[in-house]
């Protein structure tokens, strides 16, 4: 019997399906799919993550998964190994033992009778990263691939290095993973839950510890990153991305590089899929994907390969926000290619501004401050986290101001800046950023870029540089679709400092400016939208009762002892309870980054996270925490975990760690 394609099929949810590895590792898998499955097999979509299926990303998953089953698809979300309630343990982020048990999981998958064996792999940030990975290892029944906010490059573009510059990204998302994995399984589930919790607290690893020896990009980084060799990516690509993200640059890299069939998408959007993200306006991802689906694994004609390969969000110029609900704009596509084909608008940097020829030398010693209203590196919590008014990190930075534009701007791409320029230390950092100044003089953020001075010819070779000896260099901006108005004003800001983005340099340098150009993507004005979506769709949201509300803060504090400064990031995600199967869970996460503007050796950084897991009468609790400083020759490292049962402590760890700095 043929499925009509047209008529909603009745599905079943199997909340723990047990996937066994070939080296015996049972993982957990929830998988809907239509009841009729076994009678009229259908295609399998694979989420694989360690975020947590029965209470992390349940929010999501019930938005989305059903939606693809009652439209004839089996979807299936695993939680990884050493995650949730799985067994193992994770020893690090897309390890080979990851990507092989993501492997595995899509034969076991292709073999299941209710499956036709043409298998996808969707999944936004750790899901989209391997599901590029697991595409380049090339398993037989993966016939396309749905990858969103993820990056083709694990050293340039994930939240560990960012041009050679050490995020503070690493130590947060680390901080993260650490609360994350700690986690016990759902006493539901697990009989021996209580076991597999203790013994994935004793073995947990400390992955900051593991990403703060690798500060060059070696084999380390080169594997997973898909850059390597794009040709082995044979599944059919969707990629999608937004401008509120990190993740900015993959999208057209993708588009621009891939052999495979590839089409790609960026939003205005933060961190999240783009049926239910933020900023509006969202669009209708469940019916884009569902075209992908139906094409490529059910061999469907949805017109998908007739669409353009890049369509992209043009966002006004607005005035800065640390948060936006709306982006107005409108949707711009190129037929072939992402933005390479584009003009370029070269404006000079001299003494007099932007765009003006003649002579420069400017010297920078931007107090390590600046950097404060650049935002947070990756926008996902929903808090005020989007880069604020620019003044006055301009006011600590050397600024090139260009005359009011005489027509309407549209940027779309990857601004270049090629700078000469010397420094009077071994090591130096520069921040470069295009800002949009508003006739009253606020000035938003459009795109920006850091180098570490050291990495200037290569991130896989670092030298030191000669004091006073001038060098070129050159600085790609984050990609970026974005509309000046006529009237409006360019400024490109440059600083020796970005933080809390990036940790300084041992050192304060100060930098001479004497030759500098920045060449802007210029595309011709769009008049109005030159694409389409459907408004957002989702499948009826997940029945809980709140417990706490969630709540988002961020701000900054000056000591007027010491001098230092900080910024202080609370996160409280709320308690809920899951009416559906009764789990009660919830968390809270701190964050404190202390710095001297005049000293890089103050520079500390303390996270704090607590989990709250609550079942027939047994109360977990992980409280985790860690802090990073350094001095000259080092950084150092260190780590806590404490686990309660009904508020006994049931365990505790501690972790130290000095990690030499190389160049960095």
């Not at 050679?164 to 697990?190: K, Q, V």
């Not at 930098?511 to 802007?520: K, N, P, S, V």
Request: glycine share 8%; proline share 7%.
């Amino acid at each position: 019997m043929t499925r009509s394609p047209n008529t909603l099929c009745d599905i079943e949810d199997l909340p723990d399906v047990g996937v066994v590895m070939p080296d015996g590792c049972r993982l957990s898998a929830r998988i809907w799919r239509p009841v009729d499955a076994a009678s009229n097999p259908v295609p399998a979509i694979l989420e694989f993550l360690p975020y947590r299926k029965r209470d992390g990303t349940a929010g999501r998953d019930a938005l989305t998964h059903p939606w693809f089953a009652k439209r004839g698809y089996a979807c299936i979300r695993v939680d990884m190994r050493g995650n949730g309630d799985s067994e193992g343990l994770m020893e690090d982020e897309y390890t080979p033992q990851e990507l092989e048990d993501a492997v595995a999981t899509i034969q076991w998958l292709a073999e299941q009778p209710w499956c036709t064996g043409a298998v996808g792999m969707m999944g936004i940030s750790w899901g989209g990263f391997n599901a590029l990975q697991v595409a380049a290892l090339q398993p037989e029944a993966l016939k396309a691939i749905i990858t969103l906010c993820s990056t083709a490059d694990r050293y340039a573009d994930d939240i560990h290095y960012k041009g050679g510059c050490l995020l503070n990204e690493n130590l947060g998302w680390g901080a993260t993973m650490w609360s994350y994995s700690s986690r016990a399984p759902d006493p539901a589930l697990r009989s021996n839950w209580r076991e597999l919790w203790l013994d994935r607290l004793e073995k947990q690893p400390f992955l900051p510890s593991v990403w703060l020896r690798h500060q060059t990009r070696d084999a380390y980084w080169q594997h997973g990153s898909v850059c390597e060799d794009f040709s082995a990516i044979r599944a059919a690509t969707l990629a999608i991305g937004g401008w509120g993200d990190a993740y900015k640059n993959t999208v057209p890299l993708l588009v621009e590089h891939l052999d495979a069939p590839v089409k790609g998408i960026v939003g205005p959007w933060v961190h999240k899929y783009p049926h239910f993200a933020v900023p509006e306006p969202r669009i209708g991802f469940l019916q884009e994907a569902l075209r992908w689906w139906d094409h490529w694994l059910k061999g469907l004609d949805t017109g998908v390969e007739d669409d353009p390969e890049y369509r992209a969000y043009l966002m006004d110029g607005v005035r800065p926000q640390r948060w936006y609900a709306e982006r107005p704009g409108r949707w711009i596509a190129e037929p072939e290619g992402a933005t390479s084909h584009l003009a370029q608008l070269t404006l000079a940097l001299s003494n007099t501004g932007l765009g003006h020829t003649g002579p420069l030398g400017r010297r920078i010693r931007s107090p390590l401050t600046c950097g404060m209203d650049g935002g947070e590196y990756c926008a996902i919590w929903l808090g005020p986290d989007m880069p604020g008014d620019q003044r006055a990190d301009d006011a600590l930075s050397a600024c090139f101001d260009g005359a009011p534009l005489s027509e309407d701007l549209d940027i779309v791409g990857a601004p270049r800046i090629r700078l000469q320029l010397s420094a009077d230390r071994p090591q130096a950092q520069i921040a470069v950023r295009l800002n949009h100044i508003h006739p009253d003089g606020a000035t938003t953020r459009i795109t920006y870029g850091v180098l570490n001075l050291t990495h200037r010819d290569s991130h896989a070779q670092p030298t030191p540089l000669e004091p006073g000896t001038p060098y070129e260099i050159t600085l790609d901006l984050d990609h970026i679709a974005y509309r000046v108005p006529k009237g409006h004003r360019l400024r490109v800001a440059v600083s020796s400092a970005y933080w809390p983005l990036i940790w300084p340099a041992p050192e304060a340098a100060e930098l001479h400016l004497t030759r500098g150009e920045i060449a802007i993507p210029n595309r011709p004005t769009a008049g109005g939208d030159e694409c389409f979506f459907q408004p957002p769709d989702a499948e009826t949201p997940r029945d809980v009762t709140t417990l706490r509300d969630s709540q988002n803060a961020r701000r900054v504090e000056t000591d007027m002892t010491t001098g230092e400064t900080r910024l202080i990031i609370e996160d409280d995600f709320g308690l809920v309870t899951d009416n559906h199967h009764g789990l009660t869970h919830g968390g809270t996460a701190y964050e404190r980054w202390t710095i001297h503007p005049d000293d890089p050796l103050s520079a500390h950084g303390h996270c704090h996270w607590t989990q709250e897991l609550v079942r027939d009468g047994i109360e977990l609790r992980t409280e985790t925490s860690c802090e990073m400083w350094s001095d000259q020759d080092n950084f150092y490292l260190k780590a806590q975990i404490n686990a309660f049962e009904n508020e006994e402590l049931v365990f505790s760890k501690q972790k130290e760690d000095t990690v030499p700095r190389n160049q960095m």
